[in-house]
């Protein structure tokens, strides 16, 4: 079956860099996702990237994927208070569905 | 564009009462899901469908109904609420190509006392 996995809690210095990390077990997933949930709010895809791509920039976001591990990752760099929100890893499946994680709760300190 | 929006934002249910969640898109969508959240659980899907007049079962259907009569709307039924359907209700809808990105509504919390 499908499971995505990731960390639950993340507290990191305002300006540094955060990372988060995900596992997936699908191996045919065509696309992976990081969504963002601010408090009280619905998710909002933050990117994505293709699976047969290593790795994509964009801006201070940056997604690692080692598809030999299943693998993926979500760098922020210089982290700032308004990045405080849970992050969500997530694999396609079949069927345009997506397949998510618990979500990472990320935590901006001064 | 409004995107995605539905309808309560919040609803208090007594055991047994039932209740229709709606959730209604206009980017023209084919694809419609509706998920549940849940601490620490992560977005549980509950039922989806892939074109007007269709649905299907996803991961946690049990207790709950869809109807896609209209492509834009899509409704999500609690027949007999019960306190484990507490949750917070999130409808997301998405093309059928591309990224296959999903666009999520604000999302309904329900309290079932």
């Known amino acids: 079956g499908e499971d995505v996995e990731q960390s639950l809690f993340l507290s990191v210095r305002e300006g540094d860099s955060s990372v988060i990390n995900c596992t997936y077990t699908d191996s045919s997933s065509t696309y992976l996702y990081w969504y963002k949930q601010e408090p009280g709010a619905g998710l909002q895809l933050l990117t994505y990237?293709?699976?047969?791509?290593d790795m994509k920039q964009d801006q201070r976001l940056t997604v690692l994927l080692n598809k030999k591990d299943k693998h993926l990752s979500l760098r922020i760099a210089d982290t700032q208070t308004g990045d405080s929100a849970i992050y969500f890893c997530a694999e396609s499946i079949r069927d345009y569905k997506l397949s998510f994680g618990a979500g990472t709760t990320v935590t901006v300190r001064a | 564009n409004a995107g995605v929006t539905q309808t309560p934002k919040f609803r208090v249910l007594k055991t047994g009462q039932s209740m229709t969640l709606l959730c209604a898109q206009d980017m023209n969508h084919e694809y419609m899901y509706w998920y549940r959240q849940d601490p620490g659980m992560g977005l549980r899907l509950i039922h989806y469908?892939?074109?007007?007049?269709?649905?299907a079962k996803g991961e946690v259907p049990d207790g709950y109904n869809v109807s896609r009569l209209k492509k834009q709307n899509f409704l999500l039924g609690l027949e007999s609420a019960a306190p484990s359907q507490t949750s917070v209700y999130f409808c997301?809808?998405?093309?059928?190509?591309?990224?296959?990105?999903?666009?999520f509504g604000p999302g309904t919390r329900l309290t079932v006392l």
């Open positions: 469908s892939v074109g007007e007049g269709t649905t």
């Open positions: 990237i293709f699976s047969n791509m």
């Open positions: 997301a809808s998405s093309w059928t190509s591309g990224g296959g990105e999903q666009f």
